[in-house]
């Protein structure tokens, strides 16, 4: 079980880039992957305290590296992301593969 913990406001970017890619006729990632990734978004979002960091639940590396992929294509240019978060959500997703180590 792999934890991301994010602040609110970039949680809510994570979702809109993810949701713009994986909506996409042609999404960056594994089908089998999207709604996987749905669920764990939303119970995050369901189970967050209000003004505290989110906590993602994630089942394994290759969802992480799903997210990350979702997250980089979708919310690039995305109107409702703004580059600093874009950074921001890019370094903590690459943070926490680094903890986790390689995909094999």
């Avoid at 949680?11 to 949701?19: H, I, K």
């Avoid at 290759?62 to 890019?90: M, S």
Wanted: proline letters at 7%.
């Amino acid at each position: 079980m792999i934890t991301l913990r994010i602040h609110p406001d970039l949680f809510s970017a994570l979702r809109a880039g993810f949701q713009a890619s994986a909506c996409d006729n042609d999404p960056p990632i594994k089908s089998k992957l999207i709604s996987p990734l749905r669920v764990a978004l939303a119970n995050a979002a369901a189970k967050a305290p209000r003004g505290r960091l989110i906590l993602v639940m994630l089942e394994s590396i290759e969802e992480l590296y799903a997210l990350g992929d979702c997250f980089a294509v979708g919310g690039e240019g995305h109107p409702r992301v703004t580059e600093d978060q874009w950074d921001k959500i890019n370094a903590l997703i690459d943070q926490a593969i680094k903890a986790e180590g390689p995909f094999a």
